[in-house]
Structure formats: C-alpha cells, structure tokens
C-alpha cells in the first residue's frame, strides 16, 4: 500500500512550552530532565485541592496583524498557537507570501488543521461570567466568534497565506496527533501541497482544573512539584496539566527536495482507532492502542523489530500507563524489551490538545540529535510497567525510527511513525 | 481515579460496629438512599444497606463523585476525595455523614498521606 | 498540480446507506423531507421580555426529543443535548443502513463527528457552579458530557466501531467537514464504512444564545419588524435570498450518514440513497469580524470539488445552496455560483432548506447533504420557504414556491459558514 504513495516530511517545527519558548529550547529542556511543573500563584477556590501546573509564566504576546482580537481578546492558546505557527514557518522556510510563491505553493493547496481541546477558555468562562451577573450588554459582537474552538485557525490561516483546509480536530489528549494524522492524509490523498499541522491548549485555572480533578485525573502527589508527574511510577496518581502549542510543517518529499528545504525526518506512517470501551477509561488490555501502533506501522510499511524509541502517552494516571504498556507488549513481543520509551509529560506536563504536536516535534528532535530525554521521576518502576522507560538521564543512540503514541479520553487512539530520511 | 473494587472493601472501617437492619431509616439514611435512587436510576428496594453503588447498583467512578457532591449539598459539608471514594455502600455514606454531623468524623485530610494508598 | 497522479489510484466510489435525523421538521429523514417539500416552515418566538436571557428572538426548535430515551434516564445528567441527539441519529442512520448485518470487521469503521460549539450549556453551569461555590459547583461529567469528541467517543462505543475516531469543528461548517473527511476515509481505503455527520442544540444555553443574538448573523425583533414581518408567524422569518431577509434563524438538530464503499454496499445488498463523487474544503481568513468578500474562495471551493469529483460544471443540475438568509452571504454565494457556472448558472436549480428548518449551525452540513440524497432519490427538488420576492442580488432560481418534480443526475451541497469555512460536495443518484 505504502509504495502507491509520495512519502510525507516534515519540514519545520515549533513549539512554545513550560521549558521554552521554541522548539529547540523545548528539547534542550527535556534532555536535561528539567521540570516546567510549578506550584501556581493562583487564589485556588474552595475545594480546590491542585496547586500545581505546567504554567507558562510570561511569554513574547505575538502581534496579531490586521486581526484585531480585542474585548475578548484570542486566549492564550491562541497566541501560543500563533507563535509556533511562526516558528515553524520560519524553520521551514515558508514564512512569506513570497517564500511560498517560490517554492510552488499556492493558497489553496496549503491546509491549517489544529487541535485543540478546550480552546479559548478565557472567552468561555469571560462570558459565561457576564451572564450570570446580568451584565449581557458586555458581551458585543465579537464574542461568539471568540468562543468556538477553532478561532486560532484564522491566525494560523492568515500567517501561512493558507486558504486550504482548515479546521480545528477534538479528540481530547490525542487531538494534535489526529491533527497530524488529518494533514498526512490530506497530502497523500494529493489535495494538497502543504499541511501546517500540531496542536494548541492553554487551559485556564482555576476552570480548566478544576474539570480534571473533578473526574479524578490529577496527580494527588505531595511533595514538591516538580515531583508529581511521575509516568510508569509505582506512586503515580494522575497527571499534571500544563500549556503549549507545537507546529509542524509538512510536505511531500518531492516538492521539499524540489525546492531545497531541509528535512527532519519522514513522516512514515498514521493509525487511529476507537477503544469503544469507556468514556473516560482506557480498556485496560490496551488492544485499541496496540491496534492504532500496527495501523501506524503497517502504513509505514515497517517491521515492529525496526522501532528503536516510542514516545509515550505516559500520562501517568493509573490506568493510562498500565494499559499503554500492555499495548507495547502486545504489538512489539519480545522487541518491547528493547524499546527505549519516554514520556515528555514528566517534564512539562499534559498538555491536552497539544500535548501529541509538542511530543511530536520532541520526537523529531531525538531523531535529529540521537538524544532520547529521559522519563522524570520514574524511581520506582509498577511492576506493571516493567519496560525501559528511560528513568532520570537522557541517553544517547542513533535513532532511526520513532513512534508517537497519543491514547485520548473516550478511547481515541493515534499513533504515528517517524522514520530518518 | 482508583480502582473502585479495592476501594468498597476497605471502606468497610466506616461501617458501625454490630448487626444492622438490611433497610436501614434513619433520616440521614433515607435522604441518602433518595439521592442514590436519582442519580443512579435504580428503585429503593435496590439501595439495601450494604448494596454496593458500584457492584451491584451499577455506578462507575463518575457517579461516584457525582453522588458525594449530591452529599454536599444535601448536608452541608465538604467532602474530600480521600473520604468520598469509601461512599460506597449505603451503611458506610450514612455512618460517615452521621459523624460527621454530630462531629465524631472531622473530614479533614489525613497528614502525610502515603502515597498509593487506597487509590 | 503535484499529487493528482496520487488521486486516481486505487480511488474507490462511495454511497450513502442510511441516515437518520432530529430537526424542527421530525425525526425521520423521509418525514421531514417531505415537510419542507410541502412547503412547511418550523420557528417559533421568544418572548421579547425573555431575551434578556435567551438572546434570540426566534428560532427553530427540535418539538420531539426525548434524551432520557436514547442514553436512558440515569444518564441524562451527564450528556448534553447535542450528544443525546447525536447518538439518537447514529443509531437511526445504522438502523436505516441495517448496518448490523453488514458484517465489516469493527476497525474498518470509523466515526467522524462534527459540531461548532459542543455542549455549551454544561460548559455554562460548570462556570457558573465554580464561581458559585468552588469546586462543588464543578459536575464531574462536564468533560464526558460537553466535549465534541466525546459524542464520537459514545458513538463508537454504542456502536462497537474501533476505527478512526474523533471530532471536527469548523463553524457552521462542522459536520460538512466530518463527512467530507469522511468520504475521503472511505475513498482511499483506510476505513470501508463511516459513521459521519454532526449534531448542534445549544438552543438552551444561555451563554451560546446570548452571544449568537450579538453576531449580527441572526434575525432579531428589530429586524423582523424593520420589514414588516409578522411577528405571529415566527416561522416565516427564515427568508433565504428573499430581498426582506434580515437574517438566520437559529435551530437545533443533528443528522447522521452511513457511507461505505460502493463495492460492499451493493454486494450486501443495502440501499443506495446517492453516491458521493467528490468533495473539497477551503477557508477564508480574514481581519476582524465583519468579513469582506469571500467570494473567491466559495468560487474556488466548488471547483476543486468538481475537479475532485471529475465532474464538468453543466453536468450539475440541481444545488442544495447554503442560504441562511444572511444579507451578504446570500448574495456572495449568488456570485460565487454565476462565477462557476458562467451561463450555465441560469439554468441551475437551486434551494435552501434553511428557510424551512432555520440554520441548524454546526449540523446543518450534514442534514442538508441527507436532504439533497434524498431529492435525487425521490426526484423531488425541495423549495425554498418563505421565499416570496427574489433579492435583485440573487438573481438565481432559487425555487420559490412549490417543490419540483425533476429527475436529477448530479447535484451539488454547499456550505458556506460565516467563519468563512467552505465545503462543497459532489452527489449523484445511485444507479
């Protein structure tokens, strides 16, 4: 099947997260098993038991051309969205209008597909707000604009001069991997020439919080922060929210050779498949994953025994990381054992609908450099995750295939294969 | 969110000490077992005093939650998660906010919870 | 143009076997085509004291939908509106494709959903709640309850489908993008059969009402009587390319397809309502909220799905039109439609079911695509309601007045939503 079809690569990426504000600082950060997870300065409300985050303190508030997003304003995701757009377009070399004329790319064979869980969170919870206190004559015009989830897609749109596709992909924690997904499709399908792909969540506090540890999802760990994110750990207890966005740039492997770009690496193969178990669990034998990671690889047209580093879901709730495990064991035998894998959450947390593109773009990054970042926190392995999850250091191998898995609320499962090139 | 089946057994630590009725009518008891009726969608008949809501009643760890805020707000309390996961069974939702009203439970949480406990 | 070479291998041909609807019009696709070939119009009014709160002034409502029914009573608390009809229509449209005896192994099927806003009236309580009274206020099914993936998720699940599965929002364009993703899915191979289409019911929300009624997309008091509308007949107020439009009328309802691949539809035996030859998706950003003329990207959306469906211009007969009633777009999409079609326009037939079910936002894609199958099926083109003196600006024939009798070869549903999202969809009557 995969010999029908151009090979799709990645061109450009950008990321915006708790360890920096671009890709490459991102990467550096995990390498070096640093922690973007803090305690929050936020007045927590009553009842309120998480205090900590994967926050992003300050960063450079992107200028937003002629859209004038004011009262309410974009949202953060929005602006983290817009800021890896620009990395990424940059890194590609497909910044301006001219860039893109001279490289062969016109509008409409260039599509913006995001994913988002929430999306502007801010204008949601500021309008809701307005209504109850009976102040409806605050909210103008441009509010229900503001509140739809895929609002960052005009920014983006705008920014790559792309009127293609354009929509914004909901599956939860996997949403950015099933946005990847979506343009990899788009350009095998040959409906278009570009896909500016990834995912953008920046959940407010104390309302984006407070619907995770309603149901049960946070980490409950006491001790310092930087501590509670702990994938694949006998004392893991739940995940630890944090903001990003990550952006990549996507092309057939002619056109990108055609006009010089550099390439990162083949985006080689795509899976997705439904649990159909549970709303908010994972079946715990894990065969809707294992299924999405052999759709993946079968698409790839790559042998199991050829993965040298999976990068994991690893959210690091009791169930994800059991039933993930189950599901490496189950599509790799006896090769799991050879598996290195990591989960980036221990370092800059869960970040919900962008949480794949972020990974996606760390994963580029290790086959780029031959560095797998390590697990953080993982000191004393389950007993039922009892596969090399990389604990505390980053280590060094060549790494010529990659997979990214992303196992979503509601049994959504993407995976994707990343091969060198 | 932990796993529920561990959980029923050992909040049995909460129920009172000696036999008690299958039906169980206190006040307490019987506002309860409305709340539960509701929620899940099962009969009163069903809400026997050591039926389990998640076993035998058929709520998951959603409603599990969902049944302690309806606790809240029936009582006035603050119930915190390392008490409303051991609701689970009417004898044990009714002895906790029992004693918890008359202040023999105080509800607040355990220091130094070790970790993995019970979740 | 790269790729094309990539496009007619191993391309397959799609059909549409079963769909199920919930509009203001009723709950089965027959029924409520047959309403609005009558002529009928649904639209009822909010009183003007209450809009303080709703927001809108009219609009049209789902008369019939019973949630406890389809999810069962104890978890109506934890799905919302948009959800219950979702999973109420997926179950219908698998029931009308007999899509249980069809025997493809469960991740070969997939389901793509689509919708603008989801379950905002949970969203709203949750907010509220949290603000009222801290985390006691915070529902724990607000996330499995309001988020759009997870209406794919209940499908899937109700369903017992493992392939591709999640949500797609795009404005009003949300379950045409679903089901042309879809269509696409099914066309190349990685899925034999989807569930596919939307669902939107924010109608009790206050938050997404009141902001709706601030859009200026949709009609309100002052401009129903700034042309002298009847203020007693609510449900004359959705006037698609008539020159006394003042905008959409907002309703709710979902509609949900089967497609499969042509192969196994007809070796199964099932029923064929049309097939889908092509699709194409576009979007027009642009600056601030008030939009400049998007024509251009309408134009180039339906040639790149007539180009994607190999089909010329004057084969097309029939266009289900996107028509909210909105004063520009309406006019724009005239434009846009003469621009294709050049003198071939003239001889076009044209409607908008919008002008007898109102604007079902996220999921009017997909109830308008179920509409125009059944058009060519039936051979019965509906008109548009309340459509009485043609804007000069949409000079098209737009089919005012009774329903026409035409047997239709290839038919076009387009949707143009105001976020400036485009889907154009290429149909042809199964043989």
New interface residues.
């Given amino acids: 099947m995969s010999e029908q079809h151009e090979k799709i690569v990645i061109t450009g990426i950008g990321a915006i997260s708790s360890l920096g504000a671009t890709a490459r600082a991102t990467f550096e950060g995990l390498v070096a098993g640093r922690s973007g997870i803090r305690d929050v300065p936020w007045a927590v409300p009553e009842g309120m038991e998480v205090r900590i985050g994967a926050f992003i303190d300050q960063y450079e508030r992107p200028a937003l051309g002629n859209f004038d997003y004011t009262n309410p304003g974009p949202g953060r995701y929005s602006e983290m969205a817009l800021l890896a757009t620009r990395e990424a377009l940059a890194d590609s070399g497909l910044a301006s209008d001219q860039d893109r004329a001279k490289a062969g790319y016109e509008s409409h064979r260039i599509a913006t597909i995001l994913g988002v869980g929430l999306g502007n969170g801010e204008a949601i919870v500021g309008a809701s707000g307005k209504i109850v206190a009976g102040r409806l004559d605050e909210i103008s015009s441009t509010w229900g604009d503001r509140m739809a989830p895929h609002l960052a897609t005009e920014l983006l749109a705008a920014e790559a001069g792309a009127t293609g596709p354009s929509c914004c992909v909901q599956s939860a924690c996997a949403s950015a991997a099933h946005s990847i997904g979506y343009g990899f499709d788009l350009l095998r399908s040959g409906i278009v020439d570009v896909a500016v792909v990834g995912g953008a969540e920046a959940p407010i506090a104390p309302f984006g919080l407070s619907l995770f540890e309603r149901i049960g999802a946070l980490s409950k760990y006491v001790g310092p922060a930087q501590r509670a994110s702990r994938p694949f750990d006998r004392e893991r207890s739940g995940f630890v929210m944090g903001e990003g966005a990550g952006m990549l740039i996507l092309e057939t492997l002619s056109h990108a050779r055609r006009r010089g770009a550099r390439i990162y690496a083949e985006l080689a193969g795509y899976g997705a498949t439904a649990d159909a178990f549970h709303v908010t669990r994972p079946s715990a034998d894990g065969r809707g994953m294992s299924n999405a990671i052999k759709r993946a690889l079968h698409v790839a047209g790559i042998d199991p025994e050829s993965v040298d580093y999976v990068n994991a879901h690893g959210t690091g709730t009791e169930f994800n990381d059991a039933a993930e495990t189950n599901a490496l064991k189950q599509t790799f035998g006896d090769h799991a054992r050879k598996l290195w894998i990591s989960s980036n959450k221990s370092m800059f947390g869960h970040l919900l609908g962008a949480a794949a593109a972020v990974e996606t773009v760390a994963t580029v990054c290790t086959l780029a450099s031959g560095t797998v970042p390590p697990t953080l926190n993982l000191d004393n392995p389950d007993p039922e995750c009892d596969l090399d999850y990389v604990p505390h250091e980053a280590r060094k191998k060549p790494v010529r295939v990659a997979i990214k898995n992303s196992f979503g609320f509601g049994g959504q499962n993407a995976s994707l294969v990343l091969r060198t090139i | 969110?932990?796993?529920l089946s561990t959980v029923s057994q050992s909040s049995s630590m909460l129920s009172s000490a000696g036999s008690e009725p299958e039906m169980l009518d206190s006040d307490v008891a019987n506002r309860i077992r409305k709340i539960v009726c509701d929620?899940?969608?099962v009969s009163p008949d069903d809400v026997t005093s050591e039926a389990s809501f998640v076993q035998d009643l058929?709520a998951?760890?959603?409603d599990v939650?969902?049944l302690a805020?309806r606790f809240?707000?029936e009582f006035a309390l603050?119930i915190?998660?390392h008490d409303y996961l051991h609701l689970t069974r009417l004898c044990d939702a009714t002895a906790y906010v029992e004693g918890r009203l008359s202040g023999a439970i105080s509800g607040a949480k355990p220091a130094?919870?070790g970790?993995?406990a019970a979740? | 143009m790269a790729n094309t070479a990539n496009k007619s291998k191993a391309q397959r041909r799609v059909v549409i076997t079963g769909m199920g609807v919930i509009s203001p019009l009723g709950n089965d696709p027959r029924q409520c085509f047959e309403q609005i070939a009558s002529g009928v119009s649904a639209g009822r009014a909010y009183p003007e004291d209450s809009s303080a709160v709703r927001g809108l002034s009219v609009a049209a409502v789902v008369p019939d939908f019973d949630g406890g029914a389809v999810v069962g009573k104890k978890n109506i608390k934890r799905t919302s509106r948009f959800l219950q009809m979702g999973l109420a229509t997926a179950r219908s449209a698998r029931a009308d494709a007999n899509f249980a005896a069809a025997g493809y192994a469960p991740d070969r099927v997939g389901c793509l959903f689509g919708s603008s806003l989801g379950g905002l009236e949970m969203v709203h309580e949750t907010a509220s709640g949290l603000a009222a009274s801290g985390l006691r206020g915070v529902s724990p099914f607000l996330l499995p309850g309001s988020l759009n993936n997870m209406a794919a998720g209940m499908i899937a699940i109700d369903a017992g489908v493992n392939g591709p599965c999640y949500a797609v929002s795009a404005g009003w364009a949300s379950s045409m993008y679903a089901l042309g993703h879809a269509f696409e899915m099914v066309r190349s191979g990685t899925a034999d059969a989807m569930l596919t289409g939307g669902s939107e019911s924010i109608l009790e929300a206050p938050l997404a009402t009141a902001v709706l009624s601030r859009s200026g997309l949709f009609i309100d008091a002052l401009g129903m009587k700034s042309v002298n509308m009847d203020m007693d007949k609510p449900n004359e107020a959705s006037r698609p390319f008539d020159e006394t439009r003042r905008g959409a009328v907002a309703a709710e309802g979902a509609a949900m397809l089967v497609l499969e691949s042509f192969d196994s539809a007809v070796a199964r035996g099932a029923t064929l309502y049309a097939e889908v030859l092509g699709y194409a998706s576009m979007f027009a950003p642009t600056a601030n909220h008030v939009r400049g003329s998007w024509t251009p990207v309408m134009v180039s959306c339906m040639q790149q799905a007539l180009r994607s469906a190999n089909v010329d211009p004057r084969e097309v007969q029939y266009i289900n039109a996107y028509g909210s009633a909105s004063p520009l777009t309406d006019a724009m999409e005239t434009s846009a439609v003469k621009q294709v079609f050049g003198g071939h326009a003239s001889e076009l037939w044209l409607s908008s079911t919008k002008g007898s079910v109102g604007h079902m936002l996220g999921a009017s894609g997909a109830f308008e695509t179920a509409m125009t199958s059944l058009a060519l099926q039936r051979g019965l083109l509906p008109p548009t309601a309340n459509l009485k003196t043609r804007d000069p600006a949409c000079d098209l024939d737009y089919t005012s007045g009774a329903a026409r009798e035409r047997r239709v070869t290839i038919a076009m549903k387009n949707t143009f939503g105001e976020s400036g999202h485009c889907g154009s969809l290429i149909l042809r009557i199964a043989a």
């Fill in positions: 969110m932990s796993d929620s899940l969608d058929g998951d760890s959603l939650v969902d805020i809240e707000n603050s915190k998660d130094a919870e970790a993995g979740l």
